[in-house]
């Protein structure tokens, strides 16, 4: 039985892929949470309660709205600007229909980022309060521009509605599920380590959607 030191090295160079969705292309739904470090320090507190500052990681991932599975996930310091992962988020899962996010990802190089790679894709991020139409709104309008315009004349609950923004609350769902069976920490010391820890553990929850998922029928 390997001991916990080869498992370590060996996490090292382990490579984990992540699930390919396949041709057709995927309703993206993204989002980011913390995970702290854990390590001596935290035994530290547990045996003198000594105070220190906790340090910790960020998770994003992408989920595949018609199947509930994961088909990006990236860690990443925890100062780093979450639109900045988007580029890494869509290379893993490839062609999208439509990419959904929260206003932190209310950003030029996001919508850049996504018509690049697929053109006709729509982006369902909503524009934050200060946002104002950009030059071109009158005769050549953006996507944003047409999502201030909606907003303006129905209101922002009216535009989550009509653009669908409301699925976002399914990867929010699947982040609480991650915490819940994984757990709210890492426990490798390096970042090779620490993304074979999250390659394994989202290998997990979409082996778990395998063996069975609810079906939600309404009835009223």
């Given at each position: ?52 500052r ?43 229909a439509?990419?959904?996010?929260d206003?932190?990802y ?13 053109p ?6 909503p ?22 315009r ?29 915490k ?30 395998e ?10």
């Amino acid at each position: 039985m390997p001991d916990h030191s080869t498992l370590s090295r060996r996490a090292e160079t382990l490579d984990v892929a992540l699930p390919r969705p396949g041709s057709a292309p995927v309703h993206l739904l993204v989002d980011n949470t913390g995970l702290k470090l854990c390590g001596a320090g935290e035994w530290l507190l547990e045996k003198h309660g000594t105070r220190t500052r906790r340090s910790w990681r960020k998770l994003h991932i992408g989920l595949d709205a018609d199947t509930g599975r994961i088909v990006a996930a990236t860690l990443s310091t925890s100062d780093v600007d979450d639109a900045s992962q988007v580029s890494t988020l869509l290379d893993q899962a490839g062609p999208v229909a439509s990419f959904t996010a929260d206003g932190a990802y209310d950003q030029d190089g996001v919508y850049g980022e996504v018509a690049r790679r697929s053109p006709d894709a729509a982006v369902i991020v909503p524009p934050r309060s200060s946002a104002v139409p950009s030059q071109m709104s009158g005769t050549a309008p953006t996507p944003r521009d047409r999502h201030l315009r909606y907003i303006a004349e129905h209101g922002r609950r009216r535009w989550q509605q009509a653009s669908g923004y409301h699925w976002r609350a399914l990867v929010e769902a699947d982040i609480s599920r991650f915490k819940r069976v994984i757990g709210n920490g890492l426990r490798s010391r390096t970042d090779r380590r620490r993304g074979t820890e999250i390659a394994l553990a989202v290998s997990v929850l979409n082996r778990m959607l395998e063996l069975g998922r609810p079906e939600y029928i309404r009835l009223a």
